[in-house]
């Protein structure tokens, strides 16, 4: 899951993220009113970038200013609505290994219900927004992950949220690129140097963390263009990248997206990324990611035991 992250001067409150069902946010506005003392409400959102696990949420925080950066306003449109996910799910056949892959990541989700809603103040470059007497600057990084990316810094607490330039436990996945993108806005991080990093999904890290991604990121960056050096096309590249992967990351089909993105950019490309059509060559290229079982739809997170 996506990370949310509630920053509160005690008076005042602010969200970064939004989560990816209406039933995920209910529950994320019933703990955080658990924590924030009364009066206080969550008056401002942030969204780090136009993801739906990242902004599904907006629309139950009726009346909040809802800030992101400009590119990522232009990106929405680029960005499934959560019906259309809700109707490609239903459409999806099991014994495909493609349906198979979409209803065993997508599938147990909630979309139905949602009212996505856009940001309604836009920046480029940097914005301090006050939280009463704490000030959080919106940093503009991207195109990194997305084409508009933004990290959140919190001064007085030495606290970064990094949203999805920053990836823990996991092979990463980004979907505009360069992966050069990916590591200036890994390095405007660690040049704040925080305490704390955020990043978009997994817990919590350190410096140490970001550097070792950051390492990561350059080696596969580095793999890629020496066999697009070669010749090879984005399939070879992909093969050989799954066949070179590292134990112990997760959801390794995503090497081949990274590849075909670091590609698009290396060939010059500027049509539109295919997202559906690189998570296929993906599934495609990596059968073993495809599980043999899909988990029943809508059903996470769990429904609690009945008393
Ligand atoms: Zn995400």
């Known amino acids: 899951m996506a990370n949310c992250t509630l920053i509160t001067s005690g008076s005042a409150a602010l969200l970064v993220d939004t989560p990816y069902t209406a039933r995920l946010t209910h529950r994320l506005k019933t703990a955080a009113y658990q924590v924030l003392p009364p009066p206080v409400e969550i008056s401002t959102l942030v969204n780090t970038h136009a993801n739906g696990d990242h902004s599904y949420g907006n629309g139950e925080f009726p009346g909040t200013e809802i800030i992101s950066t400009e590119a990522n306003l232009r990106h929405l449109c680029a960005e499934p609505a959560p019906e259309e996910l809700e109707r490609l799910l239903d459409q ?3 014994d495909d290994p493609f349906g198979r892959y979409l209803l065993a990541h997508f599938g147990h ?26 000030t959080v600057r919106l940093i503009e990084v991207g195109p990194a992950h997305t084409v508009g990316d933004l990290i959140v810094h919190v001064p007085d607490q ?4 990094a949203g999805d ?16 993108g990916v590591i200036d806005a890994c390095q405007q991080i660690l040049d704040l140097n925080p305490r704390i990093v955020i990043p978009g999904h997994g817990p919590p ?18 793999r890629i263009h020496a066999l697009h050096a070669e010749g090879l096309d984005v399939d070879q590249a992909s093969r050989i990248l799954l066949r ?23 060939d010059n490309r500027t049509e539109p990324a295919q997202l559906v059509q690189m998570l296929k060559a993906a599934v495609r290229l990596a059968p ?9 739809r809508h059903t996470f997170p769990p429904q609690p035991p009945r008393s």
């Not at 990351?249 to 590849?259: K, N, Q, V």
């Open 244 to 266: 070179e992967r590292r134990a112990g990351l997760g959801l390794g089909e995503r090497l081949a997206i990274l590849t075909a993105v670091e590609y698009r950019h290396l």
């Open 165 to 180: 330039v920053l990836f823990a436990g996991d092979v990463p996945v980004h979907w505009a690129g360069p992966l050069d």
């Open 158 to 161: 030495d606290v970064v949220c």
């Open 109 to 134: 989700f909630d979309y139905r219900g949602l009212s996505p809603t856009s940001p309604t103040r836009t920046f480029t470059g940097v914005l301090d927004v006050p939280v009463d007497d704490l």
């Open 92 to 94: 999806c056949d099991e």
């Open 205 to 222: 890290v350190g410096q140490r963390e970001v550097r070792a991604y950051m390492d990561y990121v350059a080696s596969a960056r580095d």
């Open 288 to 296: 073993e990611c495809v599980p043999g079982t899909t988990p029943a």
